[in-house]
């Protein structure tokens, strides 16, 4: 996997961490579900994180498969520099230093130019026996660093689907941010504009 930036996450303990945000090549697109039940529809968070990255990884194979995944931030340049309206695929996953894997998502760069995040989850493994995650701060890390890769290449939105259960995550970090769209409800989608990119982003820098 190629390291693109380091976030504080906190682990089990409350202490804070440096992960490691990687794009996901196709060696760790395995490593993701290794060991996995099949999905469930039980309404658990834990479900939920069990379902979207089956989902994640057949998204991103599909992708690979086609050639319109990267693996890289500089290959992500350079294939929007190659061609202005392609649609690219990647994953990105977060590790802790101990090289366990606790969350990830799967996005696109559409033809218009902006990202669009399909899946956004903790990984099963970062959960305990009675269902609670292990870490946090990982949603929110993952956010800033998809924030810092749409400004690389010249995005203007982030957006995507949010679900009854992310709903509140993602109006959650407009509030944090104070931003002018802060108090806008946030229900079955959500959209993250340029200067709120600019504002996410700058929480890794």
């Known amino acids: ?31 993701l579900t290794a060991g996995l039940p099949e999905v469930t529809s039980q309404g658990r968070p834990l479900d939920d994180a069990i379902e979207f990255v089956h989902l994640a990884v057949k998204r991103w194979n599909y992708y690979y498969r086609s050639g319109y995944s990267v693996s890289g931030a500089k290959e992500l340049r350079q294939r929007v520099g190659q061609n202005p309206h ?18 990830g998502c799967f996005a696109r760069r559409t033809w218009a130019g902006n990202i669009l995040l399909d899946f956004l989850f903790s990984h099963p493994a970062s959960f305990t026996a009675n269902g609670a995650t292990q870490a946090s ?22 957006w995507g689907e949010a679900t009854e259960n992310s709903h509140g995550f993602y109006k959650k970090i407009k509030s944090r941010l104070a ?8 229900l079955d989608r959500f959209i993250f ?13």
Request: glycine share 6%; hydrophobic share 55%; aromatic share 4%.
């Open 1 to 31: 996997m190629s390291p693109i930036a380091k976030v504080p996450v906190r682990d089990a303990n409350g202490a804070v961490v440096l992960a490691d945000v990687n794009f996901v090549d196709l060696e760790a697109s395995s490593r």
């Open 86 to 103: 392609c649609e690219i695929g990647f994953m990105l996953a977060v590790v802790l230093p101990t090289g366990k894997i606790i969350g």
């Open 137 to 158: 701060g990982v949603g929110f890390a993952m956010m800033s660093v998809l924030a810092s890769l749409a400004l690389s290449i010249q995005a203007d939105e982030l």
């Open 179 to 186: 931003s002018s769209n802060a108090s806008e409800a946030t």
């Open 193 to 205: 504009q340029r200067a709120e990119l600019v504002l996410l982003a700058a929480q890794i820098s």
